[in-house]
Structures are given as structure tokens and as C-alpha cells.
């Protein structure tokens, strides 16, 4: 089973539309904070922090490059995430053929 809280922390980090918009951004590849804010009427800090709570959730990490320090989408971490809804689906869908059998009967 996965760490239920780094999954917590997963979900939580992408509940929020502006945080799914740059994991959509970075998708495309890596960017600073002023590459990745352009598209909001954020200021760099927010934007900072928005990339930050995507940090704590494993999602983006940050590397120097000269004077400016990217953030790269860690694509293992939303397979995870995949990973496990998938399982649950698979779960619900068995769950859920039980109980139309059951039904039938």
C-alpha cells in the first residue's frame, strides 16, 4: 500500500485549479516561476508558493540553472497517483458487478 499521507498530500496539492494549470504547464516542460505565472494575474510569489505546495507533494522539483531555478514536473509521482485510482476503480467496478449480481438473484 502507498503512503496514505503523501497521497493525501498528492490530492490536496492538485485540488487546487491553479496548481492543476501549471502541472499542466510543466507537462510541456520545465519553466521558471515568472514562465509558469504568465499565464495568471499572480505575482511570483504566489507562484512561488503554489509550486512550493506542489513540492511538499512530490509533484515538481526545482533544480539552479545559472541564475534562475526551473521546476520540472516529476511525471513518477502522477503515475503513482495513476496507479492507485486505478486499483480503486478496479475495486469499485468489481463492488459494483457484486451487487447487480446480487440483484439478479
Do not use: C
Not at 503554489?50 to 507533494?57: C, F, I
Amino acid at each position: 500500500m502507498q503512503d496514505v499521507d503523501a497521497l493525501a498530500r498528492t490530492f490536496s496539492a492538485l485540488a487546487d485549479p491553479t496548481r492543476l494549470t501549471i502541472v499542466a504547464r510543466l507537462a510541456a516542460g520545465d519553466a521558471t516561476v515568472k514562465e509558469v505565472g504568465e499565464p495568471f494575474a499572480l505575482t511570483q510569489q504566489a507562484v512561488s508558493r503554489h509550486l512550493k505546495v506542489l513540492e511538499d507533494a512530490g509533484l515538481v522539483t526545482r533544480s539552479q540553472v545559472a541564475q534562475s531555478r526551473p521546476a520540472h514536473l516529476e511525471v513518477d509521482r502522477l503515475v503513482e497517483v495513476l496507479q492507485w485510482v486505478d486499483a480503486q476503480r478496479q475495486e469499485w467496478v468489481d463492488r459494483h458487478a457484486r451487487l447487480a449480481d446480487y440483484l439478479q438473484s
